[in-house]
């Protein structure tokens, strides 16, 4: 079964940046896409990054600019870096992968930036 591992949320300044990471690992073919989405209390879940296999990203707009998704496929690995954070990325990030079509979740990693 397909199983991803989050790293490298914590506590940061605003202004400061953190780096996340997710590992996938288990049966897999081939990877469709990899992306990240946080949610905030109170908030809906929205889609922050995403990186199709043939490498095309897409960033929502608050983090344009701030945030690089980025992978290594030998790995099977998606990164996040996040620069200049803000107090509204504050949430928890989850990793997600499409793998054949299905699509799994990390067990979620907390984001906090002080003002």
């Known amino acids: 079964q397909v199983q991803l591992v989050e790293s490298g949320g914590g506590l940061v300044q605003a202004g400061g940046s953190l780096e996340l990471s997710c590992a996938v690992s288990g049966s897999i073919f081939s990877i469709n896409a990899m992306g990240w989405y946080r949610q905030a209390p109170g908030k809906q879940r929205e889609l922050v990054a995403k990186?199709?296999?043939?490498?095309?990203?897409h960033y929502a707009d608050s983090v344009k600019g701030r945030f690089t998704i980025s992978r290594d496929n030998g790995k099977n690995t998606v990164y996040l870096q996040m620069n200049s954070l803000k107090p509204e990325d504050s949430a928890v990030y989850y990793c997600?992968?499409?793998?054949?079509?299905?699509?799994?979740w990390g067990q979620g990693t907390q984001v906090t930036v002080s003002s």
């Open positions: 997600t992968v499409r793998v054949d079509y299905v699509d799994y």
């Open positions: 990186i199709t296999s043939y490498g095309m990203t």
